[in-house]
């Protein structure tokens, strides 16, 4: 069972950036997805990004054209920049790795939060 490591969140300023790590115990190379989640208070996981073994690229709506998801086999590391962070986009991020196309659950990391201040 692979293990997920999540790094990078922090306090930053509404307009700035931050890069988030999602490292793995494990090879990702056949992991079927990589995907990077958030919760704020009072709502619901939502998938922000997500990668496929494939490098194909998944992005919600609120982020796309700011946030842009990469995986680094060699390094069995998922990453996730963001950047013009907006108020909005505090929550909790959360890494998640599907073994395959029938994982429905996933492999969850133990979250990192990302604060972005007006």
Same mark, same amino acid.
Not at 8 to 13: A, D, E, P, S
Not at 20 to 42: D, E
């Given at each position: 069972?692979?293990? *997920?490591?999540?790094? %990078?969140? %922090? *306090?930053?300023?509404?307009g %700035?950036?931050?890069?988030? !790590? +999602?490292?793995?115990?494990?090879?990702? #190379?056949? =992991?079927?997805?990589? %995907?990077? /989640?958030?919760?704020?208070?009072?709502?619901?996981?939502?998938?922000v990004?997500?990668?496929?073994?494939?490098?194909?690229? /998944?992005?919600?709506? !609120?982020?796309?054209?700011? #946030?842009? =998801?990469?995986?680094?086999?060699? $390094?069995n590391?998922?990453?996730?920049?963001?950047?013009?962070?907006?108020? $909005?986009?505090? &929550?909790?991020?959360? +890494?998640? &790795?599907?073994?395959?196309? /029938?994982?429905?659950?996933?492999?969850?990391?133990?979250?990192?939060?990302?604060?972005?201040?007006?």
């Amino acid at each position: 069972q692979v293990q *997920l490591v999540e790094s %990078g969140g %922090g *306090l930053v300023q509404a307009g %700035g950036s931050l890069r988030l !790590s +999602c490292a793995a115990s494990v090879s990702i #190379f056949s =992991i079927y997805a990589m %995907g990077w /989640y958030r919760q704020a208070p009072g709502k619901q996981r939502e998938l922000v990004a997500s990668i496929t073994s494939g490098d194909s690229a /998944y992005y919600v709506d !609120s982020v796309k054209g700011r #946030f842009t =998801i990469s995986r680094d086999n060699a $390094e069995n590391t998922v990453y996730l920049q963001m950047n013009s962070l907006k108020p $909005e986009d505090t &929550a909790v991020y959360y +890494c998640n &790795a599907r073994h395959s196309v /029938y994982d429905y659950t996933g492999t969850w990391g133990q979250g990192t939060q990302v604060t972005v201040s007006s």
